[in-house]
């Protein structure tokens, strides 16, 4: 496994990285999510990625239990607030009232004294930006965030929170995969310039990239798709043409030696910007087999392929 660091952060965090959304306190049983968790840490994983909202705070608190067996500073955790936690309409957003609450729950459930970053996992059109950023930079320097990040902010957001007198991001956690390259334009040059790196989800586009799904068959059993929990998410990863041009693909995995979701997660390490690639895993060899992309380089031939595959 090899390791970046987090933008202007001491944060060293692992390439591929660990989450939690939709699997962990929700839709893979807890003996199979702590195995998991195990494999991670066997393999040199050690950036786990979580929330407040996912599975309304079951994430946080598995990740509390399966995560007190270990020194705290063999891993980095991160968790992130802004949905809402219940249907009250209350419990939402990044004010500084939020902030605040959001902060010392996701410490109890994760039994933990500090995060080590903390991302708004949103941006709060309802909240003044300065009034986040303060209440922000207060956790900071309370202890209880080591730093602070965002996760699908826009560049003109971006840039308005840099502007301000207030703690710097870190991080950023876009969405971005071969299937998504959206955050290329403005997102990366922008981060890149002012000291945040990016940690991406859904690198393999919900599964998508693992050329397990196939155009005109029905989704393999047990897989994410099939998932009442887990596949509602999956939308156009599913069409036709996008499974044919990941079929396209295989080809090129087959001759590398690697396996679909090897040759994914490497294409986005491509990118010097990208500190770590967070994968869903619902079973343990899933994480074995995410974790060997760390340290596989493409070459320019590789990569102006795929580009052509699937831009062409």
Not at 107 to 112: A, C, H, N, V
Not at 129 to 139: D, F, G, H, Q, S
Not at 227 to 247: A, F, K, N, P, T
Not at 280 to 306: F, K, M
């Amino acid at each position: 496994m090899r390791y970046r660091q987090i933008g202007s952060s001491d944060l060293t965090v692992s390439e591929i990285g660990l989450g939690s959304w939709l699997t962990y306190g929700g839709g893979v049983g807890d003996d199979q999510a702590r195995a998991c968790v195990d494999a991670a840490f066997d393999v040199g994983i050690n950036f786990i990625d979580t929330a407040n909202v996912y599975a309304r705070g079951a994430a946080e608190e598995f990740l509390g239990e399966a995560l007190q067996s270990r020194a705290r500073d063999s891993y980095v955790l991160a968790t992130k607030l802004y949905f809402p936690m219940d249907d009250t309409g209350e419990n939402q957003g990044l004010s500084r009232q939020q902030v605040d609450k959001q902060i010392d729950d996701s410490l109890r459930r994760l039994r933990t004294e500090y995060v080590d970053l903390y991302q708004c996992h949103r941006y709060d059109s309802q909240t003044p930006l300065e009034e986040t950023m303060e209440a922000l930079t207060e956790v900071v320097r309370s202890g209880k965030a080591r730093y602070i990040g965002f996760s699908e902010w826009t560049a003109p957001q971006i840039q308005a929170s840099l502007d301000l007198p207030f703690e710097k991001f870190v991080s950023s956690q876009p969405q971005y995969s071969m299937l998504w390259r959206e955050p290329e334009h403005e997102v990366i040059p922008l981060c890149a310039a002012n000291g945040i790196s990016q940690v991406v989800w859904s690198p393999l586009a919900q599964g998508a990239l693992t050329g397990k799904y196939k155009p005109g068959a029905p989704a393999p059993e047990g897989s994410r798709a099939t998932s009442e929990q887990m596949g509602h998410m999956m939308g156009g990863w599913l069409e036709d043409d996008v499974l044919e041009r990941v079929q396209r693909l295989v080809p090129v995995a087959e001759r590398l030696g690697l396996t679909m979701a090897q040759l994914a997660l490497a294409w986005v390490l491509r990118e010097e910007n990208v500190a770590s690639a967070i994968v869903g895993a619902s079973r343990p060899e899933q994480v074995r087999d995410n974790a060997s992309a760390s340290g596989i380089e493409l070459d320019a031939e590789t990569l102006a392929e795929i580009d052509e595959i699937l831009t062409g």
